[in-house]
């Protein structure tokens, strides 16, 4: 029998495996995932910034878990030799109107621990930005890229060097409670196990099901598309540069990310994917679609937000559109700058009064532990979390540990 299986082999899946083998090499753990390579979804598809924590409430799991995460992961780059850079960023204002919502995050990124923040007048933003048209901003040196592919790969070689096990198109079809076990289905092979993590991201509310708890939220996933910006442009970008996001909408806007293997990508914007991995526009699901428009849950985010919903769909069709936004920022960007770049789906978890659930979400049962929600920034918190979930294993089921 296992100690734990861990469901998904993402980047906070992996970080869960990780932690929990380096706890007690000893500890029986295995991985499954329903795709043919580890990092498939959400973290094959992220944009790669490692995030300093600034936008998010003080004391809140989120919070807490990014700048832990960042450090942890800034420290594990180093020790294994990946690629990184911390570039930094600013957060641009461009309207009098923004300048409470600026305040207010130079607060926050004070309040959770960020080092150096500056806050920048129109001609300090332009030394530091010099293509970027705004009347004031905040720079975060405390803000960088990473391949999160390649951290997650290097999360699952040293899973395994201690002894972990990964099963890769492995789905799990069912889960059975017995009165001292877990009993396992996929699609290839039966497991017993003690405890179940589910880390699925955009299978995260289905798998919560199969363990049998009751749960009050769906995830309803929304795709970000992006442009890359033509490489004779990229001069224009010289950090990461972001707009003031909206403090009601859990979207950060368009902006300019360097990419840590080369680029510049301009986006995202954010459109309700019609299934849950859908990455393109074709990609449509009717069942999965009609489960999400008949949610009363996302039926009250249309109904509060669908002007802005409205807006970013257009944007999505019109690169016009999306131009004009990141003319906000960069007024010199023009349409044929811009070159079709990737996309990501975000897994967004919305409870059933309309609430999209901001912070990290884990809900612990006698035998499972669900990672309901983990959204930006559980990339760069991943450590953090996957450390978080191990000593909740470890303590709670008094498995054998080394701490």
């Not at 995932?33 to 910034?49: D, F, I, P, R, W």
């Not at 017995?178 to 589910?198: G, H, P, Y």
């Not at 995202?268 to 008949?294: C, M, Q, W």
Request: aromatic content about 8%; hydrophobic content about 40%.
């Amino acid at each position: 029998m296992l100690d734990v299986v861990i469901i998904g082999g993402g980047i906070v899946g992996l970080a869960t495996a990780l932690n929990l083998k380096r706890a007690n090499p000893k500890l029986k753990v295995a991985v499954l995932e329903k795709e043919n390579k580890l990092a498939a979804h959400q973290t094959g598809h992220n944009s790669g910034v490692i995030h300093s924590g600034l936008y998010y409430k003080p004391g809140s799991f989120k919070a807490k878990n990014c700048l832990d995460g960042y450090h942890a992961l800034v420290k594990f780059c180093k020790e294994e030799e990946i690629p990184f850079d911390l570039c930094g960023k600013v957060i641009v204002a461009t309207r009098e109107d923004q300048l409470p919502a600026l305040k207010i995050l130079h607060e926050r990124g004070q309040q959770n621990g960020l080092k150096n923040l500056r806050l920048l007048n129109a001609s300090e933003l332009q030394e530091i930005e010099p293509h970027v048209k705004g009347i004031k901003g905040i720079y975060v040196p405390q803000t960088g890229i990473v391949d999160y592919r390649i951290v997650a790969e290097k999360y699952a070689e040293k899973f395994q060097a201690l002894g972990g096990n990964i099963f890769l198109e492995n789905k799990v079809k069912e889960i059975d409670e017995t009165s001292n076990s877990l009993e396992i289905t996929t699609n290839e092979q039966n497991l017993s196990t003690r405890q179940i993590v589910n880390c699925t991201g955009l299978q995260s509310d289905l798998v919560a099901r199969l363990t049998g708890i009751k749960i009050n939220y769906k995830i309803i996933p929304f795709r970000g598309e992006y442009y890359k910006l033509k490489e004779e442009k990229e001069y224009l970008v010289k950090h990461l540069i972001y707009p003031v996001p909206n403090p009601n909408f859990p979207f950060l806007g368009v902006h300019f990310t360097r990419m840590a293997r080369g680029g510049i990508e301009a986006g995202p914007n954010a459109v309700l994917a019609f299934r849950r991995e859908g990455y393109k526009k074709s990609d449509i699901h009717l069942g999965e679609l009609v489960n999400f428009l008949t949610y009363p849950g996302f039926r009250k985010v249309a109904a509060k937000y669908w002007k802005t919903g409205l807006s970013e769909m257009y944007r999505s069709f019109s690169k016009k559109s999306f131009t004009k936004a990141l003319q906000e920022l960069i007024p010199e960007i023009q349409e044929n700058d811009l070159i079709v770049g990737g996309s990501g789906v975000r897994a967004q978890a919305c409870d059933k009064d309309g609430g999209l659930i901001d912070d990290f979400l884990i809900m612990e049962g006698e035998k499972f532990i669900n990672v309901g929600n983990a959204p930006s920034p559980a990339a760069t918190a991943s450590l953090a979390i996957g450390d978080h979930i191990a000593q909740l294993i470890l303590k709670k089921h008094n498995l054998p540990h080394n701490k």
